[in-house]
């Protein structure tokens, strides 16, 4: 059965570094969409894209996030200068665009030392 | 924004036991998806619910779409360890009439099944 991947599973960072978290979307979903999950708390929604654009993000998707989908295959999410607080699961869930079931990946555990 | 309120926040029960779990909103969703998520894991897609009324099974589990569009249940019958983890509602919010938007996440019931 398709599912959606994720690298690396754990990244380790120190503060003010950049990081790239990496998604392999399920083959044919058209929608792709980031969730952060701090330990012990609920799914929180950071960014929507669609059509090789931003279709809708949250408050904490600031400057320092970015998406792109460099080569129709990977979908990333770049975190330019990282902060303590950004410590928490990363996932990407992709879409079909026929219902609105979305498939998590297995997620980015990511540390901000 | 749409918040989705989810009890109980976690159960403690013996194996072979039955279970139920629900969610409310304040906004009506047009369709409900329950996750399981086990530690370390992404979410995954248990049941999804599209027409209000709607009483869908999977397995041992059945899920129902509240009349009002406003609630949801999940039921887990006969639980087996292997049952444990921590279960989300969740609701698609289409902004503006946009299709597929974000999902919004209840705050997870913790399930433990003691063998």
């Known amino acids: 059965e398709p599912e959606v991947t994720q690298t690396p599973s754990h990244q380790v960072t120190q503060m003010g570094q950049e990081v790239i978290l990496r998604c392999v979307p399920i083959s044919n979903h058209l929608y792709f969409y980031w969730y952060r999950q701090i330990l012990g708390q609920k799914v929180e929604f950071l960014v929507s894209f669609y059509n090789n654009e931003i279709s809708e993000k949250s408050e904490i998707f600031d400057d320092q996030f970015s998406v792109e989908r460099p080569d129709g295959s990977n979908f990333t999410l770049k975190i330019r200068s990282t902060k303590l607080e950004d410590s928490a699961m990363y996932f990407c869930?992709?879409?079909?665009?026929?219902?609105?079931?979305?498939?998590f990946g297995p997620g980015t555990r990511l540390t901000v030392l | 924004g749409q918040q989705l309120n989810q009890s109980p926040q976690s159960m403690f029960i013996q194996e072979g036991e039955d279970v139920s779990m629900n969610c409310t909103s304040s906004s009506i969703f047009n369709t409900w998806l329950w996750y399981k998520q086990d530690p370390g894991e992404g979410p995954v897609l248990l049941i999804a619910l599209y027409k209000a009324g709607e009483l869908t099974s999977n397995g041992r589990l059945t899920a129902q779409f509240g009349i009002t569009r406003k609630d949801s249940f999940l039921n887990i019958s006969a639980s087996i360890p292997s049952d444990v983890g921590i279960y989300f509602c969740a609701g698609p919010f289409n902004a503006g009439g946009t299709s597929y938007g974000k999902l919004t996440f209840g705050q997870g019931t913790i399930l433990t099944v003691h063998p």
């Open positions: 869930a992709t879409l079909a665009g026929v219902t609105d079931e979305q498939f």
